[in-house]
């Protein structure tokens, strides 16, 4: 059997690898803390729940129009006006499997073999698996631990070529926590409109801000020709399994993203849709606790990592995760890469943890805190342990 190209170029996920043994580990009894994953803890809150158990009783379970139905399209530009001030239509907006599908079908309909895309670095790893599928190349442009894993114009700037078509920005940023201000937002928008490039900006995380920074997009800027927005209802809603993502731009590059979209999902899953909608238009208050909580597991987390011995931590702005530099440990007794580090953590220390070398760094483990309080504390516990044998 013959394989193509293209699917050589997609590697396997190292936050699905780490899942994988986590939960191998576990089905064999093993006690296991499991700070690997970028999902919430929190169940789906329960309005959400019985919006689509009326959809079940309506029988709402055919075939939806495969961008999705008006209803959550509307819903979607709905809060998204509310929450940041932009002005949206249907035809502007199309719903998704996830918000992982936004982003790879919104590359697929932007990226050319031979393109390229400008990635900051860290970066969520399927980012650089997409653009490559899609035939791109990446150039990455580091944002420095220095300056808080925060990306700046400039160095777009300097790294733009003749053949870059698109840039690519996450913010606040998986793995690092990072948030680029909005002014630095708008000076990324002026550039890619004066350099003829698109901007896409994945919203992911946009509504889990800390210190009281208000949630920004640049969906208010009212471009359509050189932004392209992507989000996901997954960590807002904790509705991650449920499969409901968007993406906001202009109507051409909406209708070529539906065509692809037609021929591959045919429609995101009604059920969902409903509960989606449901999230939208209903009562918000649950993002704000949960926003709360995360909060205070940063603080613990983070102040525990600076007093681990060889381990410095950037304190996140947003998201929820830790990105620990951990290079000090690295060695013959710990593995000479964060990957064989991070194994080494699993089976010794039962702790699960992500190697920076997903996502484009020699020195750090990404840390999700999307968990318990005292699961934070006994994590704490056994890191400090396994590292105090370095």
């Not at 961008?67 to 199309?94: M, P, W």
Request: charged fraction near 20%.
């Amino acid at each position: 059997m013959r394989f193509s190209q293209r699917i050589g170029r997609i590697t396997t996920s190292s936050t699905m690898v780490v899942l994988q043994k986590a939960q191998k580990l576990k089905a064999e009894g093993v006690d296991v803390l499991d700070f690997g994953a970028g999902e919430p803890d929190f169940p789906t809150p329960d309005n959400i729940k019985q919006a689509a158990v009326r959809a079940l009783d309506a029988n709402f379970t055919k075939y939806t129009p495969s961008g999705g139905t008006r209803e959550l399209r509307e819903a979607l530009i709905k809060r998204h006006a509310q929450d940041f001030n932009s002005n949206y239509k249907v035809e502007e907006c199309l719903v998704t499997v996830g918000g992982k599908h936004a982003i790879f079908e919104a590359v697929s309909a932007l990226i050319e073999n031979g393109d390229e895309v400008i990635l900051p670095s860290p970066f969520w790893v399927s980012f650089q698996d997409i653009i490559h599928y899609a035939g791109g190349k990446c150039v990455l442009v580091e944002a420095a631990e220095s300056n808080g894993f925060v990306l700046t114009a400039d160095q777009v700037e300097r790294a733009l070529t003749p053949k870059t078509r698109l840039i690519i920005v996450n913010s606040p940023n998986n793995p690092t926590g990072a948030v680029v201000e909005p002014t630095e937002m708008e000076k990324l928008l002026a550039l890619a409109k004066k350099r003829n490039v698109v901007l896409l900006s994945d919203e992911c995380y946009c509504r889990f801000l800390y210190e009281g920074a208000t949630p920004f997009s640049l969906g208010a800027s009212g471009d359509r020709e050189n932004l392209v927005l992507v989000g996901s209802l997954s960590k807002t809603y904790a509705m991650t399994g449920w499969r409901v993502g968007f993406v906001m731009g202009q109507p051409k590059l909406i209708s070529h993203i539906l065509n692809l979209q037609s021929h591959s999902t045919s429609n995101p899953n009604s059920i969902a849709q409903k509960a989606a909608v449901e999230a939208l238009l209903g009562p918000q208050d649950a993002v704000g606790a949960m926003l709360a909580e995360y909060r205070k597991r940063r603080d613990k987390i983070v102040q525990g990592l600076r007093a681990i011995p060889g381990v410095s931590c950037n304190m996140p702005q947003g998201a929820f995760y830790a990105y620990p530099n951990i290079g000090a440990h690295l060695g013959p007794k710990n593995g000479a890469d964060t990957l064989a580090l991070s194994q080494k953590l699993l089976e010794e220390a039962h702790v699960a943890v992500v190697p920076g070398q997903a996502f484009g760094t020699d020195a750090h483990v990404r840390i999700s805190y999307a968990t318990s309080q005292e699961l934070i504390d006994e994590g704490l516990k056994r890191l400090r342990d396994f590292f105090s044998r370095s």
